[in-house]
């Protein structure tokens, strides 16, 4: 499966040493002035060509020595269209290779890897094709559902991929200090974290059916969710207020916030023991996902977890003090000049990070064939607390969470909701 791969390690080294190629093509293409040749290149396939995946994603690989984009697909012709334009224009030529159906991007054996940027419903089901077609993946968080993630850690770690759950935050300087400070015991001991998301600032969406664009496979689109008419408020960025597709604010922002909570807390392989949620949901039109929320999470050792709309923050409160920030990558604060300006020392405990970002440390992690620094097992419980929170609102009452056995304490109902059904052949392949 990872022959391919073993190569490219073995000649990472050997890269400045290429044949000299006619002085018609570029250096850069000869693997001179300090570029990687393309066929020593890690060869990339983007699944997912809309906003983020154009604006966020696919940069950071054209502009990277070790990896070389050569296929892109998207359900919608359009986005498919100016992602491959982005490509071609890039290596000055025509070679980028697109498709409206994933399916020939896993086929195809010379892409060693994918870079998913689609909606949450497709997230897991692509991964573990992928996966299945030996290839390494980067996706964007979170999971659809609890029980997804587990069906998609055990395939990872049994083929022995390199998984990377797709966010900068491990890389963002102010997220790692906070994690650090905590960890190493600056604050003393920890026993509060307050978490705050943003509200959505939403409309109900427009339900009414509309004729499906030329341009966009719907069909493909909706994939194993449920059958639904078309409108456009249902497709691109606004799949995120649909049950079917995604689980909100909670699971958009919270897969952020709650994994730098969980870092900290030195629970990134376990979770919260006890939820205790209360909101509303959008209403009275297409949207209906959580509004507004308040959660309460308990851990094993003893530390509380809230969660409310506002600000995008956290705060982590310890027996000696607090550290934390207000605002989206905000500077750091803290209760005194102290804990702020405390140095880690080369004895103490040093969180890996990669401040070049998820992209590069996933690259490198092909490579290596080390685990990237948010690994498919760590991602998949940050998107377990977005769920617990999620259900425990949609249930209207508490509920006590087993982490290790990933079963609700005497709670039949809540169990049965770790999952969803899927739509016609959609179903999570066994691999």
């Not at 491959?84 to 070679?95: A, I, L």
């Not at 259900?391 to 109902?413: M, N, V």
Request: net charge neutral; hydrophobic share 35%.
């Amino acid at each position: 499966m990872h022959s391919r791969r073993a190569f490219l390690r073995q000649s990472a080294a050997a890269a400045a040493a290429v044949m000299t190629a006619p002085t018609l093509i570029p250096s850069s293409a000869r693997g001179a002035d300090g570029h990687t040749a393309p066929s020593q290149r890690i060869t990339v396939g983007f699944i997912g060509t809309g906003d983020h995946g154009v604006g966020w994603n696919l940069p950071p690989y054209l502009k990277h020595p070790n990896a070389q984009v050569v296929a892109v697909c998207d359900v919608d012709r359009n986005h498919l269209l100016r992602a491959k334009g982005m490509v071609n224009r890039h290596y000055q030529n025509e070679d980028c290779f697109a498709t409206q159906d994933f399916r020939e991007i896993l086929a195809r054996k010379d892409i060693d890897t994918v870079m998913i940027s689609t909606p949450d419903h497709w997230h897991t089901l692509i991964s573990l094709l992928a996966i299945e077609a030996g290839k390494d993946v980067q996706c964007e968080k979170p999971t659809l559902t609890i029980h997804e993630g587990q069906v998609l850690t055990a395939a990872v770690r049994k083929h022995k991929t390199v998984f990377q759950t797709s966010t900068e935050d491990r890389s963002v300087v102010e997220y790692h200090r906070m994690a650090e400070l905590v960890r190493n015991g600056r604050i003393g001991k920890l026993q509060r974290i307050e978490v705050i998301l943003p509200k959505q600032p939403l409309g109900p969406g427009i339900a009414t059916p509309q004729p499906v664009p030329a341009e966009l496979d719907y069909d493909m689109w909706l994939g194993p969710a449920p059958d639904a008419p078309y409108t456009k408020d249902r497709v691109h960025y606004n799949f995120r207020w649909i049950w079917d597709y995604s689980g909100g604010i909670i699971c958009d922002w919270g897969a952020h916030l709650f994994d730098t909570a969980q870092w900290a807390n030195n629970t990134e392989h376990s979770g919260p023991v006890e939820i205790a949620g209360t909101g509303t949901h959008w209403q009275g039109g297409l949207y209906n996902t959580v509004k507004d929320y308040d959660v309460t999470f308990r851990y094993a050792n003893d530390v509380v977890m809230t969660c409310k709309p506002g600000e995008p923050s956290i705060k982590f409160i310890g027996t000696d003090g607090w550290v934390g920030n207000s605002g989206w990558r905000a500077p750091v604060q803290a209760s005194s000049a102290k804990i702020l300006e405390s140095v880690i020392g080369p004895e103490e405990l040093h969180l890996y990070t990669n401040p070049q970002g998820e992209h590069d440390d996933f690259l490198q992690c092909v490579k290596s064939r080390k685990d990237p620094y948010f690994p498919v097992d760590i991602g998949h419980r940050v998107s377990t607390v977005c769920h617990l929170a999620n259900l425990s609102i949609r249930l209207g009452r508490k509920l006590k969470w087993d982490p290790l056995a990933e079963q609700f304490d005497g709670d039949a109902e809540a169990n049965t909701m770790l999952d969803r059904t899927r739509r016609g052949p959609w179903q999570l392949p066994r691999i």
